[in-house]
């Protein structure tokens, strides 16, 4: 969940790399686009939680900002600069695990172009998840073979979609969408009792920010 490892930034290209080395299952961030079309990493719509610096525009919107000016004034507390989706996907080239991308707003054209030069459209294991029907739409037009997950914050939905996700206070729909054929993913589990509960519910995914009780 946001690339989230002991002591190391979410959403971080040092996580990326550890999630590769330790060749961990699976990994997920988020990915925001600012207002010059580029494809970031980067968790909240507008600058402040774990971002620094003198002149880093806190509260200011990812999406009224230029890549450029985000690049020169805010960093990550291990220092990185403010990651680039080109960038992290050059730090999962050979991941053979799950790869999820969270997309925060609907995907720019430097996303399209940045993906297809990736060579990770081919990845099997790779999935597009959003809460916003608007920026998966899309995906399923351009690359009808990468598979989709629908995020929900309350109701379950999303039956059009090849998965399904939704907060772990509603995991008692696991069971119903995965008769359904859907891939389900439950999110945010940080408690092993709750992680046991979603594999006998049969859910498919489990996404936490405590990767040592999975392991």
Not at 16 to 41: A, M, S, W
Not at 53 to 75: V, W
Request: proline share 5%.
């Amino acid at each position: 969940h946001r690339g989230i490892l002991p002591g190391v930034p979410e959403n971080s290209l040092e996580a990326l790399r550890l999630v590769n080395d330790l060749e961990l299952p699976g990994v997920e961030f988020d990915i925001q686009i600012t207002k010059d079309g580029e494809p970031v990493l980067y968790h909240d719509s507008k600058i402040g939680h774990g971002l620094e610096g003198d002149h880093c525009p806190q509260e200011k919107k990812i999406k009224k900002l230029n890549y450029h000016q985000l690049q020169s004034s805010c960093f990550l507390e291990n220092g990185e600069k403010l990651p680039h989706l080109k960038d992290a996907l050059a730090e999962l080239k050979n991941y053979s695990g799950f790869i999820f991308i969270d997309l925060k707003k609907v995907p720019s054209k430097k996303f399209y172009k940045v993906m297809e030069e990736s060579g990770l459209l081919e990845h099997k294991k790779l999935r597009f998840i959003s809460f916003k029907k608007r920026a998966l739409r899309p995906i399923r037009r351009r690359w009808p073979h990468v598979e989709r997950t629908l995020l929900s914050r309350y109701i379950p939905r999303g039956l059009f979609y090849e998965g399904i996700g939704f907060n772990k206070r509603l995991s008692l729909f696991a069971k119903v969408f995965n008769f359904l054929g859907k891939n389900v993913s439950l999110w945010t589990l940080n408690e092993r009792e709750d992680m046991e509960k979603a594999i006998k519910k049969r859910a498919d995914f489990i996404i936490t920010d405590e990767i040592d009780l999975c392991l």
